[in-house]
């Protein structure tokens, strides 16, 4: 621990396109039951991040109230739990900056995202903040002395990044940052399309590769009928053999809070037919309920828009606060 402080767990999750059982699954399923009395949990809009790909204006902000509010129909506290959006916190621009020049090319360059898109469209055109949002992702979890931060298995390294640059300033200035380290879910960490069991379930991708939360029950069941299985018919969970039918499982498993060996021996004999009609039924019926709370608390915006300022005054006292410090450190006025 560091000063003495609480132990803060730091989560977010962009607000671009809709939200996926991906994102339900793999990050904000596990947040409602991770709120404790004795952690800090701190919860994020990276709206400035969603900026390296051009947004409409009232689509994004429609996005990140969207989010809000799904963060709360999850089950997230405003009085247990801090909420907070990017773009109301000026301290993580300013702390952005401040941390790009204890960042080297040679580390951004070999981050895989910015990698895997400059391969397909080419370096060059690509915008500057694709290149080194990294720094800033550094600055939204170092800004709270975050201890951990549950991410998806793609981001693990953004994280490694983060733990980087802090040592780097602590060794130069003195402790000033705590070292965070990623944490990700035993299960569901990564969610794989219904589509294409080799590529994680994107909101960005063909609509048959994803269930949005918002989506609706009859197409929820269309979806999970049409997904592809492998060539065997046993439904056994074995990623490397099986790769589509063990994603179903996953995604069967987190819906119906059981294990894969529990799903293996419900479905022992039985066919993928029923195995997938029964999996539409039980995400379509869970999502029903998820979307009658989430439109209680996006129908109205004056009272979303109130929890959050709150929550960004609170997180403004932190990030304040810490943004004080470096700049004292390093010398700035």
Not at 189 to 214: E, N, Y
Not at 243 to 251: D, G
Not at 278 to 286: F, I, N, Q, R
Request: some cysteine; glycine content about 6%; proline content about 4%.
């Amino acid at each position: 621990m560091y000063n003495g402080h609480m132990k803060t767990v730091f989560s977010g999750l962009k607000p671009t396109g809709e939200m996926t059982i991906g994102n339900y699954i793999g990050a904000m399923k596990g947040w409602a039951t991770s709120q404790k009395e004795d952690v800090r949990s701190i919860f994020f809009v990276p709206n400035a991040h969603a900026l390296t790909v051009r947004q409409k204006p009232e689509e994004i902000r429609r996005r990140t109230l969207d989010l809000a509010a799904w963060l709360l129909t999850i089950g997230i506290d405003p009085n247990k739990s801090i909420i907070l959006i990017q773009s109301m916190v000026s301290a993580h621009s300013e702390l952005f900056w401040i941390l790009d020049n204890y960042a080297t090319m040679g580390e951004l360059n070999r981050m895989t995202q910015f990698k895997d898109k400059s391969k397909k469209l080419g370096a060059e055109g690509q915008v500057a903040g694709l290149f080194n949002y990294p720094v800033l992702m550094a600055a939204d979890i170092l800004l709270y002395d975050s201890d951990e931060v549950p991410v998806g298995e793609d981001q693990i390294q953004h994280v490694e990044l983060t733990r980087d640059i802090a040592n780097r300033f602590n060794n130069l200035y003195g402790k000033t940052f705590t070292i965070p380290k990623a944490t990700t879910p035993r299960i569901g960490a990564r969610i794989m399309g219904l589509d294409d069991p080799t590529v994680k379930m994107s909101k960005s991708d063909h609509p048959d590769s994803f269930v949005a939360l918002s989506e609706p029950a009859e197409s929820v069941i269309k979806k999970f009928k049409r997904a592809v299985t492998d060539s065997d018919t046993q439904i056994r969970y074995d990623k490397s053999t099986k790769p589509s039918v063990s994603n179903l499982i996953e995604i069967y498993c987190s819906f119906a809070d059981k294990t894969t060996a529990e799903v293996e021996k419900q479905y022992e004999g039985k066919g993928y037919g029923e195995f997938k009609q029964d999996l539409g039924e039980l995400v379509a019926d869970k999502l029903l309920v998820l979307q009658k709370e989430f439109h209680k608390y996006r129908d109205d915006e004056a009272e979303l828009l109130r929890i959050l300022a709150a929550g960004n005054l609170k997180a403004s006292e932190i990030a304040n606060k810490k943004v004080t410090e470096v700049k004292l450190k390093i010398g700035l006025l």
